[in-house]
């Protein structure tokens, strides 16, 4: 089997380095050079500008011959179960960037008698990857009522796994992952640590290494995305490092 995809995550960096850099678009040079396959782009380090040029987005992209992923900060239902109107405008910008795939947050799923989604999915080139996010909406019971549910309506959409945001609802990833897997084309790799009343994610090289029984209970063919912070005086350095270590396993 052909190596999974290694994706770094442009909020890997943080917001204030990305700031720093120039944007989005001068990362692609050294996430390039680290040895990565793809980028993930983040509507939420977006300025109101890059929002009109995602053609030019799209094109520094291929040029350094990386995939393309898109997360955007939202959820996929809203608070009153109702399917958020913006998801049309997503999957176009999505689309714009030439990403293979929109992640979004489950949010607060009730039904799926409105045929809608499954419309707007059927019509798009791009794949709707459903987030478990840090609040109670994606729990356990609730992501899996909703992957039963779609699986159910043949809609065409996976899951990305986050690894570590199963520490925020307090549940145990090894056993979302047992359950959720079947459905999980994209991976968020990410640990995280307790910290003040909540936690906080870090490092791999931070971490007591359990991280991999979990990755190695997931698709070992879905795509790998960095999303702990890369930190450092030597950017490059480490990410290379990262994107060796997730390649290796």
């Known amino acids: 089997m052909a190596n999974p995809e290694i994706i770094v995550t442009a909020a890997a960096y943080g917001a204030q380095k990305v700031a720093e850099l120039g944007g989005q678009t001068a990362l692609l040079p050294l996430i390039k050079a680290a040895g990565a396959d793809g980028v993930e782009i983040r509507r939420e380090l977006f300025s109101e500008d890059d929002l009109l040029r995602l053609h030019t987005l799209n094109k520094a992209i291929a040029q350094q011959q990386l995939s393309a992923s898109y997360s955007v900060p939202e959820a996929l239902w809203l608070a009153d179960g109702a399917l958020n109107p913006r998801l049309a405008q997503f999957l176009l910008e ?67 796994f986050d690894m570590g945001n199963w520490q925020w609802t307090g549940e145990d990833a090894l056993q979302a992952a047992a359950q959720l897997s079947r459905y999980v084309s994209y991976i968020h790799v990410k640990a995280a640590v307790p910290h003040a009343e909540t936690f906080r994610a870090i490092a791999l090289d931070e971490t007591d290494g359990s991280w991999r029984a979990l990755l190695s209970a997931l698709p070992e063919d879905a795509p790998r995305g960095i999303e702990f912070p890369l930190e450092g005086a030597d950017l490059l350095a480490v990410t290379r490092h990262y994107v060796d270590v997730l390649r290796a396993l």
Not at 144 to 160: K, S
């Open 94 to 160: 999505a689309e714009q960037i030439g990403a293979k795939r929109l992640k979004i947050a489950l949010g607060h799923f009730v039904d799926l008698s409105d045929r809608q989604l499954a419309e707007m999915l059927s019509a798009s080139p791009v794949t709707l990857v459903v987030e478990n996010d840090q609040t109670p909406d994606s729990k356990l019971a609730p992501m899996l009522n909703f992957f039963h549910r779609a699986c159910d309506a043949a809609l065409p959409l996976d899951m990305t």
